[in-house]
């Protein structure tokens, strides 16, 4: 039996920025009185064993502190999902916007994410958008990455000013979220980590 072994590449710290195309940059959006806007935002590293490691997001949530439920953000084009090749982030010096919002003002506890699906390939790279529907896979069959649990909770405290804007940085570490089992198949427990929050 081949022993397990961890794929090996480093997840570097997210970087805050504007995404080109559906999401722009500019000013705060605009909300009603008692107010602001969150931003979270993606970035990754290279990954030296694998061309393309293509993960579809389904889901970015928070959580107040005096609210019991979740309140969803929402994609690019009022999209359902995002997918994003992890390596042609860090490959086009990019980031993504995951997730953005007008929120109520005030102190939030949490962030949630789900990630519905993730395949890696080990040929040729992908091409077009990094992100969204642009996004154009590799060709060849990819290896499906096993999701024993999709959900990740991130127990970080930040504020979200009235008639500002928060911006959150994500650190996806791949190093720890995918490894290849004994019969040679992949698996992914996302470990995902707030690197920076920033208000203004």
């Known amino acids: 039996m081949v022993p397990k ?12 920025g504007c995404m080109a195309g559906a999401i722009g940059c500019g000013g705060s959006p ?29 889901e970015v949530s928070v959580h107040q502190d005096t609210d019991a439920d979740f309140t969803p ?7 359902t999902s995002r997918t994003c090749d992890l390596l042609r982030l860090q490959k086009d010096n990019a980031q993504d916007v995951l997730g953005i919002g007008t929120l109520d003002a005030g102190h939030y506890t949490q962030v949630r994410l789900a990630v519905a699906e993730a395949k890696l ?8 958008d990094a992100c969204g529907p642009g996004l154009i896979p590799p060709a060849g ?9 999709g959900e990740v909770k991130l127990n970080r ?4 000013p009235e008639g500002g804007t928060t911006l959150m940085s994500l650190d996806f570490d791949g190093d720890h979220s995918i490894i ?5 198949s992949y698996m992914m427990k996302p470990v995902i980590a707030v690197v920076s929050v920033s208000s203004h």
């Open 121 to 128: 390939y080990l040929g040729a790279p992908s091409t077009g």
């Open 73 to 79: 953000l929402k994609f690019a084009a009022d999209a």
């Open 30 to 58: 605009s909300g009603p009185s008692g107010s602001g806007s969150l931003r979270v935002m993606l970035k990754d590293s290279p990954f030296h064993d694998a061309s393309a490691v293509l993960v579809t997001f389904n």
């Open 141 to 149: 069959t990819p290896n499906s990455l096993t999701i024993p649990s």
């Open 5 to 16: 072994r961890r794929l090996s590449y480093l997840a570097s710290a997210a970087v805050v």
């Open 157 to 160: 405290e930040f504020d979200v």
């Open 180 to 184: 290849q089992t004994g019969n040679g």
